[in-house]
DNA sequence: ATAATAGGGACATAATAAGTCCCTTGGAGG
DNA sequence: CCTCCAAGGGACTTATTATGTCCCTATTAT
């Protein structure tokens, strides 16, 4: 059932929320009925005029009753009602969700995209395409948009797609590589980025672990100075949220560093710093790039991250530094709502 | 999947084709890829300005990439085109099976509802509520719609909802009682369709199988004139068509009758009259009301009638009179195109 | 009786969809 | 190398629809 709705939210999304208003209009008339149409306004906050036209359109369906003493439903219209409701419920227990998400973790706006990515592909492909879809509708003319690393960022990449505003928009990593394979780099994703939706991008060659001189030296290159200010200048950062134990097996640091974390109980990792429960940094990566210090000046930060294994550390982070944006999954938000993270 | 399919087509059947449209315009693009908008619109006889739209709204959403040499499918297009598949074919289906049905029996309007009423409570009350739709849209003010008795017919009744023009309009059993079950009336049936809509009736009290010289009496009492001469000037018929099995369980008739029936290899019964499967008159019931020959008059025949079991009298039927509107059942549908009827 | 609340009609206006025409650009073919 | 065609895109007008606003009449409970 899922998929009908999924496909729906693509390629119909109005479909979706008419569907949704008309149904919250014939919930609205079965609890109240029989009810007038001021009342239904003021109880629906909607103007009157709309409220009536839809009204108009469900008797046109024969779904309500329309009377001297009020509208009533219909046998037909309590029939839809809640033959309706499981599908409805699905839609927008997400809507449901986000709420509650933003309220938990005192943040700006949440959206939350069906299922566990980290367990079904399209789950994956669903969160990597709200981040994409988020970026879009946020990016202006002549940004830029500062992206980090990782296998969810790369989704993202692959989701974007060309608008003309993406023309004058320039991709920037927002640390120097950090080890990873080639394409999690953020290097690497920002020319995707760049790449699949038509925008600029320019990159970050700056080594990891290098001596304080070099790098001194190194940032004193017109090459690589450029684009730090660039990143210091990102008016969207984009990034995601490694969890600890994935952390753990994929980065190539030694014995030494996996124990440091541990000792520390870092649980996650953003754009090159570990942060443990409380939201304290425990470690930094040795890179050039985007510093904590530079986060406020950034006008939108979107965190796109899902997964169940992954709740603690998107709890974690919202300790970090304050998010604005968040888009999940449906494993991620139940999983964040159902344990106690602390603030 | 296809409760929300039919939910959906209940609370808002527009925007079901609007998917459908752009489902038609993304397949098509797939087809042709990479295309022009020009070729396209020939191709999908749209005009220019609408697919334009169209085309922009999908590159919105990410689902096609247009570029200098034409629009091609994202990955992501093809993804949703391909999901949407079944979905599509459900929906629309039956449009495809109605063109088919349109021809084969060679009817001017044919609906199809999915399932079978024969067995599904539920596509059974489908059945209905798209013969009450087709009332609701045919008539007009001051018209006179005469009405067959039946289960069918019932459960029409019981959907009609009531709309303005039906204050206007007045209901009138096709003939007089068959001596079925009094729900099953014809007088009965229009009483409830008057309830229902907010339309007025009349009734035909005549008795079935009485003498001559009784009958001749009793039409000219101007009650049962009145009532005969508005039968007569109906403008819309609404019947439906009772196959031979289920007659023989049900009427009151003697076994005489049955045998008759048996003997001239009856199929089937439209308000009163009984026929063959070759569409010749093996039986009248002798009642007031409605008859063949006036037939030609009304203005517009509605047919309601679905299961696979009622396949052979609605294909019959056809040779009867010349249909007009066939509102019937995926079941019967399917029945009859698989099967070759004669003509 | 009367006040309150019901639905409904009518019309102006804002918003959006659709029709129409023309422009620049890139690539295939002469 | 030039020409021409078909590609997408911009810009403007017009038609259609949705919405806002205001007011009317009928019913019902007090």
Redesign the interface.
């Known amino acids: ?1 899922r ?3 999924t ?2 939210s ?6 979706l929320s ?2 949704h208003k ?2 919250t209009v014939l919930r609205r008339i079965y609890y109240l009925q029989p009810v007038g149409r001021r009342s239904l306004t003021s109880s629906l906050q909607m103007t009157e005029r709309i409220l009536r036209s839809e009204v108009d359109f469900l ?5 309500v ?2 009377a001297q003493a009020g509208m009533t439903l ?3 219209g309590l ?2 009602l809640q ?2 409701q499981p ?1 409805i419920e699905e839609y927008l227990g997400y809507s449901q969700l986000s709420e509650e998400l933003k309220e938990r973790l005192n943040i700006q706006e949440v959206w939350i995209v069906p299922g566990d990515s980290e367990h079904d592909e399209w789950a994956k ?1 669903e969160l990597a ?1 709200a981040g ?2 988020l970026i879009k509708s946020w990016v202006q003319e002549d940004q830029v948009v500062a992206v980090a690393g990782g296998s969810t960022m790369q989704a993202v990449a ?6 003309p505003i993406f023309k004058r928009t320039t991709f920037v990593p927002a640390r120097g590589g950090v080890g990873d394979a080639v394409e999690h780099e953020a290097n690497y994703i920002a020319s995707r980025m760049a790449k699949n939706s038509g925008g600029r991008y320019r990159m970050l060659h700056v080594p990891d672990q290098i001596s304080e001189e070099a790098y001194q030296l190194l940032t004193q290159e017109t090459q690589i100075s450029d684009v730090l200010h660039m990143i210091q200048e990102a008016s969207v950062l984009v990034y995601s949220i490694g969890d600890a134990k994935t952390m753990a097996g994929r980065r190539k640091y030694g014995r030494e560093f996996m124990q440091l974390l541990e000792e520390k109980q870092a649980v996650g990792e953003s754009f090159g710093y570990y942060f443990d429960r409380n939201g304290t940094i425990v470690h930094r990566t040795k890179t050039a790039g985007l510093r904590l210090r530079d986060l406020p000046k950034v006008g939108r930060k979107i965190a796109v991250a899902g997964g169940a294994s992954k709740a603690e550390a998107i709890a974690a982070i919202c300790s970090v530094f304050p998010q604005d944006t968040l888009v999940t999954d449906e494993a991620a938000a139940r999983k964040i709502l159902s344990q106690n993270y602390p603030l």
């Open positions: 059932m998929t009908l709705l496909l729906q693509q390629l119909c999304p109005d479909l008419v569907m008309r149904y008797r046109e369906q024969g779904l009753n329309i219909t046998e037909q029939e839809v033959k309706l599908f492909k395409r994409a879809q692959e989701s974007m797609s060309p608008t």
